[in-house]
């Protein structure tokens, strides 16, 4: 029988936010197919899961220093589960340190013909440079992308890519984040004395690759002649005043639903290549308009403008300008979005066919 063992640099649950712990969250606590965790000692476990913790003694923080050995107490408790006659899948997830060091142990230990290395990449661009990361492709039996897009770039990118690929797209709580009907929507909207005004929302982390400064100052000219309007800032601390912005701060993403079933419009003003984009589809699944950037991976996201409106120049302030006027002064049909499109059910029922899949391979 073969088993599967994920193995993470964080503690499974995670006690803060991040993008695929709360997806693996969303999985580990449905119908699984992991086996085992080797991961730091978190503050609960999952439940029908066989649990490996690091140890972080003093030896093994001197291993890591003075020796170089980052990994050493992850691999003793990889040996305690792979010491049998099973086959093994083994998940990684954007932890590309840990892959030659991996592979190094399980040929030392004659196991590596009986597991198969699955590396998760949450990321968009290729990682490795083209010649000198032929041996990562080489070493890992499949590369599980979040975009179709994704794979294009890296097999237009290296020269020789010699491995399996596949593509599982990100899921979201579709039981939390669903579009409300419109008199729940202004009854929300009149507890915030925002009745009568269309409410664009931006939540992300405040960094310059975030392109918050961008859109605040394409904010400036729109607000010259619409003020029915009101710009809700999520996740970074206040910035100059500007008037129609509030700055909301950072809210716990169990309260995050109610902001986006209230608002109207969400910007999405990366100016990076983002893999997926999490808040993009949980602002599309309640209900609102999305401007987002056509980088990375979001034109896909976005079915390529079919589900919102994708900025081609999203470094140019006038792009979001004249497109949040152009939300304001046309009549828009929200796009129909399929419930199940994006839910963590079809990531539970894609990440399963994965597993099943290189079952039958090993």
């Known amino acids: 029988m073969t088993k599967v063992i994920l193995i993470s640099q964080l503690s499974l649950p995670y006690p803060k936010i991040g993008s695929w712990t709360t997806l693996y969250h969303n999985y580990l606590n449905s119908s699984h197919a992991v086996n085992y965790i080797i991961c730091p000692q978190p503050e609960t476990l999952y439940p029908n899961v066989e649990y490996k913790t690091i140890s972080n003694s003093l030896y093994f923080k001197i291993q890591r220093r003075y020796f170089k050995k980052r990994y050493l107490n992850y691999f003793q408790s990889l040996e305690k589960i792979i010491n049998t006659d099973e086959k093994f899948i083994i998940q990684i997830v954007d932890n590309f340190g840990i892959v030659k060091p991996l592979l190094e142990f399980l040929e030392k230990k004659g196991k590596r013909n009986k597991c198969y290395v699955q590396f998760f990449y949450h990321g968009f661009p290729p990682f490795h440079e083209n010649f000198h990361g032929r041996w990562f492709y080489e070493s890992i039996d499949e590369m599980i992308l979040l975009t179709n897009d994704s ?22 709580d579709t039981n939390k984040f669903y579009a409300i009907s419109n008199i729940e929507k202004e009854s929300l909207k009149a507890e915030k004395k925002l009745l009568n005004k269309k409410i664009f929302i931006w939540c992300s982390q405040d960094r310059p690759k975030k392109g918050l400064n961008i859109l605040l100052n394409a904010w400036k000219r729109v607000y010259e002649t619409h003020q029915d309007i009101v710009l809700w800032v999520i996740g970074c601390e206040p910035k100059n005043e500007i008037k129609g912005v509030e700055y909301l701060g950072i809210i716990p993403n ?77 009549s828009y049909t929200f796009a129909n979005v399929p419930s199940d499109l994006y839910s963590s059910q079809s ?15 090993l």
């Open 254 to 330: 169990d309260e995050l639903p109610k902001y986006y079933q209230m608002s109207d419009c969400y910007l999405f003003t990366t100016l990076c290549h983002e893999g997926f984009g999490l808040s993009l589809i949980e602002a599309l699944h309640c209900g609102n308009h999305c401007i987002a950037s056509s980088i990375g991976g979001v034109s896909e996201v976005l079915q390529y403008g079919k589900l919102g409106k994708l900025i081609d120049k999203p470094h140019f302030e006038e792009e979001w300008t004249n497109a949040m006027l152009e939300f304001l002064d046309n």
């Open 347 to 361: 990531w539970n029922y894609g990440m399963n066919k994965i597993i099943s899949d290189a079952k039958r391979r």
């Open 151 to 172: 794979y294009l770039a890296h097999k237009n990118y290296y020269t020789v890519l010699p491995t399996r690929f596949s593509v599982l797209h990100n899921g979201i």
